[in-house]
Structures are given as C-alpha cells and as structure tokens.
C-alpha cells in the first residue's frame, strides 16, 4: 500500500520525489493528451504529467491527482480521479485548502491510501 501526502499548490518544492495527492479544476488539456493544467485549491498553476493518455478530463472538470513530484516540480500521474459535476456542485475549493493547510500539522494521519 503506498502512502499519498495531500498537498496544495505551493506546497510542491517540499514534497519532491514523495507520493502525493492533489485536488484542482482543470484549466488545459494539451494537444498531446498526457499533459494537463491544473489549477490547485490555492491557485497555483502546475503541470500533470501522465505516460499515458489522459481521458475523460477537460478544462473545468474537479480532479484528484495522484503521482510523484518531480524535479520539475510537476507530478508524474499514476491515477486521475474524475469527479461528475453533481458530486462538486457543491464542492469548497477554498475550505478544502485550509484543510489541507491543516492536514501538514498531523501529516501521519492524513494520508491517502491507494
């Protein structure tokens, strides 16, 4: 079982080469379809990249990603997960990042089991 840190956006540099998992609004797909924006719950903007194609995902769509960081402080994809628009209608990016800012204080008892 490996263990996933959930991060935000600018929490990226402090988590290279570590399993991680974050949540954002797609802003780009890109031509190549393994590569996408993502605008995290903090508004960062960072690249995803997948060695596969990347499907059922376009800009607007709420995700989870989770991979590794990189050395370019991008997150190699190991698993997208694409939430339907009725399961974020109501969805608080901006509470679901002061969570997140929470979740580092105890960072052993938030962590995403895949």
């Known amino acids: 079982m490996t263990h996933h840190y959930r991060i935000n956006g600018s929490m990226i540099q402090q988590f290279s080469g570590k399993p991680v998992s974050i949540i954002g609004t797609v802003s780009k797909v890109h031509p190549s379809g393994n ?26 769509n709420i995700i989870e990603v989770l991979g590794e960081v990189d050395n370019r402080n991008q997150i190699a994809c190991d698993t997208i997960v694409t939430f339907e628009s009725e399961q974020t ?19 052993q008892d938030y962590l995403v089991n895949l």
């Not at 608080?92 to 105890?106: G, I, K, R, S, T």
């Open 35 to 60: 590569v996408l924006d993502l605008e995290t719950s903090d508004q960062q903007h960072i690249v995803v990249r997948s060695s596969d194609h990347i499907v059922d995902v376009s800009p607007g």
């Open 89 to 107: 209608a109501n969805f608080d990016m901006d509470m679901y990042n002061q969570a997140v800012m929470l979740f580092q204080h105890y960072p």
